[in-house]
């Protein structure tokens, strides 16, 4: 266990025992309400040794057992052996803003925040889950429970594992997203911002400074605010401005710079340059897994200068899961209508699309049309798995090679989206959309990038969108509060309307992202020829090379936005050299057996 000291900073070592040495945690994360308990656990008559969260999770376990988790706000995965009944004890964050890897065996169980740590120690065979794999090929990233090896196991947010000696092992999850509307309370957007403006409050708990992450976006923007309402001074904040190809359409420094003079914050503008070469591997080895979404580089280079002076910033993200900030969550209600259309009609238009070439500024709203009109997604979650697919069934048949095509389903992503819209109520309308975010997107793909790219960087990322007090409360609107016609986040919008620059409310969202479309037809161009040229296919023997090429010239000229795929593929590439084909880097692990 390696400790990133934030709170209790001379006190905080781990792992911590309870007074008879029977109990023992190691921790991983924060708990924002930890004082509060603190002193419930005093009346109690428990004398803690320690200032910080640790020893509070720890004793409070003692008290409730595995009931603990439902008084927690906050981010965490941590374990408890209970040396007395030799039970250990796992438990995730609501969310999944912390990752938790397990894989269990005749010789016990182990477990480890990295998955590095776990084939360093020589746990894992290895082997490949292309069932898993292929979903990545589709969406970017892997969706929990499965990770790329057959063997090891994500514990899902919100889920608690118990192990006993013995070998019984046994999952339970302990929170899910509310399912009843509850009515619109009087002047709603006062009170989004009043709940806003809480849960800014308590993840500001820290004894050492806070930063923020600053895109110039609404979210981000909107936390910054609140940051400067009831941080008491203004804050530092980091803003990322884009170099070479495509810089242009991402620059959002304009917006920032409008933001910081309002409120008095420092600002600090980092240049984000596509020098893969150098950041490309390091990327990735964070990462753990094969992970594609283009806003690693700029996360990482960003999370690098933060680093350089801060150990804690803020940052907007989870603002588009909570309030609808998605083109998907617009699509997800307009779908409902187009599904209805006659499946002629459906192949029609859809035909049509595929003939549009990608506009001069490889914006992805071309690549976005066609996905919305593919035909034959009836059903609410296939919808929704349609607009984020990167690569349709097609595509990835001709991309895999035969021998590989035998191994695997390749229906296995879709029907993981429809097992979780029915376990959690088949919700309707936007909800919907909003559900599924919160179960595969949000901890499989963003929170698991920016907590793995930041703490490379010894830097903790606090997220206050991502709150399940603020999100409970939120989340159990009706949709038409939420969302306007052919308007996202109108609710939040509306709440930060006295906080923010106008140009702030009607800048069109750009995401935390770099001009990935664009580096790869110029700056990576060379890295891409590097890291997929065929003789690198061939001997991996996953993918035709004829296939590959194809995806890249029609990038390059333009026929079709090919940038999600193509991501992934040299993503997947990189990934298995440092990962299967060498030996993982040492890091740290814990096991019981």
Known sequence: ????????????????????????????????????????????????RTRGDTETVLRLYEEEGARCVDRLRGMFAFAIWDGRRETLFLARDRFGIKPLYVITGPWGIAFATELKALLAAGLSDRRLDWEALDAYFQLGYVPAPATPFTDVKKLEPGHVLTWRRRGECTVARYWDLPTQLLPTPPRVERRVAEWLDDSVSAHLVSDVPVAAFLSGGLDSSGVVASMATVGGAPPHAFTARYVGSGAAAADETGLARQLADRYGARLTVVDIRPDVRDVLEPIVRALDEPHADDSAIPTWVLSQ????????????????????????HIGILLGQYYSRLPLAVQRTASALANRLREPDDATLGVDRLKRFLRPGHNGTAERYFSFLSRADAD???????????????????????????????????????????????????????????????SLEIRVPFVDHVLVERVFSLPDDVKIGLWRNKRLLRRALRPRLPGDHLRAPKRGFVGPTSAWLRNELRDVIGDELSAERLKRLGYFEPGAVGRLFKEHLTRRRNREGILWALLCFSTWHRLYVEASPTPSYAAAVS
């Open 395 to 457: 595509d990835r048949r001709s991309l895999y090679t035969e021998r590989l095509r035998e191994t695997f389903t390749g229906h296995d992503a879709v029907q993981h989206f429809a097992r979780l819209y029915q376990d959690g109520g088949s919700l309707p309308g936007l909800r919907a959309g909003l559900y599924l975010d919160y179960k595969t997107f949000l901890p499989d793909d963003i929170l698991a990038l920016s907590d793995r790219l930041s703490m490379a960087h």
């Open 305 to 328: 200068a933060v680093g350089s002076a801060y150990k804690v910033a803020l940052t907007g993200i989870g603002g588009d899961e909570l309030f609808a900030g998605y083109r998907r």
């Open 1 to 48: 266990m390696r400790r990133l000291s934030i709170i209790d900073l001379a006190g905080g070592q781990q792992p911590i025992f309870n007074e008879d040495r029977s109990m023992v945690i190691v921790f991983n994360g924060e708990i924002y309400n930890y004082r509060e308990l603190r002193r419930e656990l005093a009346t109690r008559g428990h004398q803690l």
